[in-house]
């Protein structure tokens, strides 16, 4: 009953749904995934003979009810909720240790949802609802899309990081991605900011690799006695056929030494950079080479 309530609901605030204009045309399903979940939507507004299909935009309030078909506003979701699918939406290992700080069952705000579109109007929709020591923020996350008089799910899974982390949908050649990056800064000197990749497999978003797109670490040089240096990496990442390029590019300089500006310090020592590749092989990633960044620190 409670199911046919929520349908109900969704069928009505889904009437007025935005139609985005800037890309209405969907190319053919066989460079896009295959829905697990489908829910009806409210058929769009159209001129007679328009046969073009809509890509339409839903708040992440209305993809949290397709999500989880049974959840509806005001009376929170419960630890043993599950997913369209039928699969635990909190149970699972990469939530454990995390408490709702709000208690169960867990009412959601607006604020603690988030949801970026990417290509073909595919979009990543995040819910921060549970709370770890370390400060991480963590939840279900699902790859959707709203087109004409359905709305679409592809896969869900979840997601443990800070709460500025931005997931966003990626197309790899036939694959989709949804790529998560955030930052690990103990401190200034030794700061990392890494992408998370999940594959699409089965209904289900699987984390499939990690990477560092950047990195920053001041270490005692080796070669100059008495000074620091510091290890710098930036990466260019490239999506195509069968994985993620990733160009690796690490930058060693002697840093400024404080007090005494005669010491021969402040001075770029080699840049070095390096191309490998996360390819894909059934529902993980491997590299074909370790990160430049474990090659090159501590060598100067």
């Known amino acids: 009953m409670m199911y046919r309530y929520a349908l109900l609901s969704l069928l009505g605030f889904t009437a007025c749904v935005e139609q985005n204009a800037v890309n209405p045309e969907v190319p053919a399903r066989k460079t896009l995934p295959v829905s697990v979940c489908t829910t009806p939507l409210t058929p769009p507004a159209r001129q007679p003979g328009d046969e073009r299909v ?31 699918t039928g699969r635990y939406v909190f149970a699972n290992e990469t939530l454990r240790y995390g408490v709702s700080t709000r208690g169960w069952p867990r009412v959601v705000d607006a604020n603690e949802l988030d949801a970026r579109t990417g290509p073909k109007g595919l979009t990543s929709v995040r819910l921060n609802a549970i709370s770890f020591d370390n400060g991480d923020i963590g939840g279900p996350i699902a790859l959707v899309r709203a087109l004409d008089d359905r709305a679409e799910v592809y896969g869900v899974g979840s997601f443990r990081g800070p709460l500025d982390a931005k997931l966003e949908p990626v197309r ?116 074909t080479n370790e990160s430049l960044w474990e090659r090159v620190v501590g060598q100067d």
């Open 54 to 84: 809509l890509v339409r935009n839903l708040d992440p309030e209305q993809w949290l009810q397709i999500v989880v078909p049974k959840y509806a506003p005001g009376d929170g979701l419960s630890p043993t909720a599950t997913d369209c």
């Open 172 to 287: 790899m050649g036939n694959e989709t991605l949804v790529v998560a990056e955030y930052k690990r800064c103990p401190d200034i000197t030794n700061c990392r900011r890494i992408a998370d990749f999940f594959l699409l497999r089965r209904g289900r978003l699987l984390l499939a690799a990690t990477a560092d797109v950047e990195r920053v670490l001041r270490v005692p040089s080796r070669t100059e006695r008495g000074l620091f240096a510091e290890y710098r990496m930036t990466t260019d990442v490239t999506y195509q056929a069968g994985g993620v390029r990733l160009l690796e590019q690490v930058k060693v300089k002697i840093i400024p030494y404080p007090n005494e500006p005669e010491r021969d310090s402040d001075r770029v020592l080699r840049t070095v950079e390096f191309s490998r590749l996360l390819r894909v092989d059934r529902d993980a990633m491997f590299a």
